[in-house]
């Protein structure tokens, strides 16, 4: 995790509360994205969207919040299921290299959090 912008320490305290929040909310989201990436493997497109949107919050949020690796793998995975949904490119093997790559950098998040 980055350092919290240079701000008072009352700013400073609630930036890092926000990130913990944010951090500890990665088993419930990493939960969602695995069953919508399911769902959508068997043909339910509102759920490849689902997944899609929740990549596509990770990579914003995750970016915003210093967590730079988790942001990129994020993108990434966002990229790949957005060419999905729209039938321009994307496969299920690119889509699962990148979701274990959006697991593994917020499972690293969650086990060094304070």
Same mark, same amino acid.
């Given at each position: ?6 701000? *008072? ?8 509360? /926000?990130? *913990?929040?944010? #951090? ?11 069953? %919508?990436? %399911? ?5 339910? #497109? &509102?759920?490849?969207?689902? %997944?899609?949107? #929740? &990549?596509?919050?990770?990579?914003? !949020?995750?970016?915003?919040?210093? /967590? ?5 793998a994020a993108a990434v995975l966002d @990229? #790949?299921? !957005? ?7 994307? !496969?299920? !093997?690119?889509? @699962? ?6 697991? &593994?950098?917020?499972?690293?998040a969650f086990r060094s959090r304070t």
């Amino acid at each position: 995790m980055s350092s919290p912008p240079s701000y *008072s320490p009352h700013h400073q305290a609630r930036y890092l509360e /926000l990130v *913990s929040q944010y #951090v500890d909310s990665f088993p419930e989201k990493l939960a969602v994205l695995e069953r %919508a990436m %399911a769902a959508g493997r068997e043909g339910n #497109v &509102a759920a490849l969207g689902e %997944a899609r949107e #929740v &990549a596509h919050r990770m990579h914003g !949020t995750a970016g915003c919040y210093g /967590l730079r690796e988790l942001s990129n793998a994020a993108a990434v995975l966002d @990229d #790949v299921l !957005t060419q999905m949904k729209r039938g321009i490119g994307g !496969t299920w !093997t690119e889509a @699962d290299a990148a979701a274990s790559l959006v697991r &593994a950098m917020a499972e690293a998040a969650f086990r060094s959090r304070t």
